[in-house]
């Protein structure tokens, strides 16, 4: 079992940068998949990036892709997500989440462990 706790969220202008941490205890980072969701209100949870534990393969949704970067820190025992670029419509409250389940795992069902989220706003 692993207890996720994020940090880094704030308020930031358009075109500003956030960087996302989640740290974890109980074990290691590196035997999970590492998935970041993100949900605004009236919405439903949604994917915005995994590294797996295998390969440390990365994936993103298409919204993200070149403007938010997924990390590992397996020393740290951290998972970081770099937002940059950030634009309005990426304000939600932003998630950390695991899953023992191998490769690309978006559903938010899939992921077993959950961090209590931290709140990222845009502003225009």
């Known amino acids: 079992q692993v207890q996720l706790v994020e940090s880094g969220g704030g308020v930031v202008q358009t075109g500003g940068s956030l960087r996302l941490s989640c740290a974890a205890s109980?074990?290691?980072?590196?035997?999970?998949?590492m998935g970041w969701f993100r949900q605004a209100p009236g919405k439903d949870r949604e994917f915005v990036a995994l590294i797996t534990w295998s390969g440390g393969n990365t994936y993103y949704v298409d919204s993200v892709k070149g403007r938010f970067f997924i990390s590992r820190d397996d020393a740290e025992n951290i998972v970081a997500l770099q937002m940059n670029n950030l634009a309005p419509e990426d304000t939600a409250v932003y998630y950390c989440a695991a899953t023992d389940l191998v490769g690309e795992v978006r559903i938010p069902g899939e992921y077993a462990y959950w961090g209590q989220g931290t709140q990222v706003t845009v502003s225009s």
């Open positions: 109980g074990r290691t980072v590196s035997t999970y998949g």
